[in-house]
């Protein structure tokens, strides 16, 4: 399956790492489109300040071709997407990871310019589906076209509902997400649509929103309406936690819980979940796949219904290797 890459920040960069560094039958990178230079794009592929150098054997062919271990990528800088022409290289699958197209609308440009399915790296509230890898991923049909995965939260998070609501049922919930800064805050004070996040991003503890409760309804609609959250940003590049708290449907132990998180690990949510029994920090999990490692130390239940877990997210790489499997899940479907 035939895959392009449109947006080449944080998230592109990161997939694009993934399927050079460890390349899989399934998926075959053939193009990248983003406004920066080529010179630009593979200077910070192999620079980056988060994830560190990567080994990778990189040489141009022409002005516009660049051989990445041996593969050919053609890169462009079109910012109209209408103006791509993806059927001629046979891109089937294009992750749309440029933080602009964020509806149906929009993304529909890529299925105009000849590719089959767009995932978009961002919640689409109208996608024709929301597939959170692990949890939902069986629902999508060949007729979806435009596929959101949610975003890095709306990754960690979900697992911790399902295996919470699975087992011991959820009445009501309030995420708070630790978030790592991202691209969409200032280094220094400077305009911004959300005043917090117009001050500079390093030198503050910045509370602000998050869309991640928005979708949750979508993947668990007997919850509609009782999960909500909010967004804390931090002086930290990567790596971020969920802190979430919720009234279960029956009485639970810290040592049932806890049980309920490693049986998931080790079965339905392999490779997805994962826990962890050791007092780390945050940049211990610096380039984990998983989309959300539960701290086993952070279990806390009081007066038997009150329950309260924390996990882990590298909110780039992790996201970025879900974003993939759901690549690779549907290209078996297409």
């Not at 141009?60 to 050919?72: E, S, T, Y």
Request: glycine share 8%.
């Amino acid at each position: 399956m035939r895959i392009a890459i449109n947006g080449f920040g944080r998230i592109g960069r990161a997939i694009l790492r993934i399927l050079i560094g460890s390349p899989c039958g399934e998926l075959e990178i053939v193009a990248v489109n983003t406004p920066s230079s080529i010179e630009n794009c593979l200077h910070l592929l192999r620079y980056d300040s988060v994830h560190g150098k990567f080994e990778c054997s990189m040489s141009l062919v022409g002005d516009n071709v660049a051989m990445l271990n041996g593969v050919p990528v053609q890169f462009s800088r079109k910012t109209d997407i209408s103006l791509l022409d993806w059927r001629a290289l046979g891109v089937d699958i294009v992750l749309e990871c440029s933080g602009v197209f964020n509806s149906h609308a929009k993304a529909s440009g890529h299925l105009r310019a000849g590719t089959k399915a767009v995932l978009v790296s961002a919640p689409v509230s109208d996608a024709d589906s929301i597939i959170i890898y692990g949890v939902n991923h069986h629902s999508f049909t060949p007729s979806d076209r435009i596929i959101s995965v949610g975003s890095c939260t709306t990754n960690c998070l979900v697992p911790l509902i399902e295996v919470v609501h699975k087992n011991f049922g959820v009445e009501a919930a309030f995420m708070t997400t630790i978030h790592s800064y991202t691209n969409d805050q200032n280094v220094v004070d400077n305009s911004h649509r959300d005043l917090r996040r117009g001050r500079a991003c390093a030198t503050s503890i910045i509370p602000t929103t998050t869309g991640v409760t928005k979708i949750i309804g979508k993947i668990f609609p007997d919850l509609d309406g009782k999960i909500d959250g909010v967004a804390v940003r931090v002086p930290t590049p990567n790596v971020s936690m969920v802190d979430l708290t919720v009234t279960t449907s029956r009485a639970v132990t810290v040592d049932e819980v806890n049980s309920a998180f490693i049986k998931a690990e080790s079965s339905y949510l392999s490779g997805v979940l994962s826990t962890c029994a050791e007092p780390l920090v945050s940049v211990d999990f610096n380039k984990d796949s998983h989309s959300a490692i539960v701290d086993l130390t952070g279990t806390y239940v009081v007066d038997g219904g009150l329950l309260r877990l924390s996990a882990w997210y590298d909110n780039e790489w992790g996201f970025s290797a879900r974003m993939l499997d759901v690549a690779r899940f549907i290209s078996t479907n297409l």
